[in-house]
């Protein structure tokens, strides 16, 4: 007879991670979800005014082994010598630290042309972004990691 009692309680615990996969993202991870999603697309662009609204005036980059401050990843980003034919986000994931500060990790994908070769390039990438007092959000820093192939 108590086994009968906890079947309700199942129930309701069988349903919980769906709830919770159903569940939509707050407007902070929407707003950077889709500032992201507007870096992918800038990179094909080579959107020069995105960049510049979208990093920080002190922004810092980390690739492998290098590091770039905000005017060398803006000349990279517009004027480098690789041509992006394509760039979209996988698996992305909003980590808000408080009110003003977020980190989002993900996979950019990256496709295109460097000397003539073809590439395709995946990036696990480690973004922190911070609201300014206008409301806007900036990326402050940014770390890529490019995946080895499969």
């Known amino acids: 007879m108590r086994v009968l009692a906890f079947i309700p309680l199942l129930v309701a615990l069988a349903d919980l991670p769906a709830q919770r996969s159903t569940s939509q993202p707050s407007p902070v991870a929407q707003q950077l979800i889709r500032n992201e999603d507007g870096w992918a697309a800038a990179l094909v662009k080579r959107d020069a005014s995105y960049f510049q609204r979208m ?30 034919t394509a760039a979209h986000n ?8 408080g009110p ?3 980190v989002v ?3 950019l994908v990256v496709e295109g042309r460097s000397s003539g070769t073809r590439f395709v390039h995946r990036y696990r990438f480690t973004d922190t972004w911070v609201k300014q007092d206008s409301g806007q959000w ?13």
Not at 90 to 97: L, S, Y
Not at 138 to 150: F, G, N, S
């Open 138 to 150: 900036q990326i402050v820093a940014a770390q890529d990691y490019l995946m080895p192939r499969k």
């Open 100 to 102: 003003v500060t977020a």
């Open 55 to 84: 990093l920080g005036a002190k922004f810092v980059y980390t690739e492998d082994a290098k590091v770039m401050t905000r005017e060398q990843v803006l000349h990279d980003m517009t004027a480098g010598s690789d041509t992006v």
């Open 90 to 97: 996988e698996g992305m994931v909003v980590h808000e630290a």
């Open 105 to 107: 990790t993900g996979i």
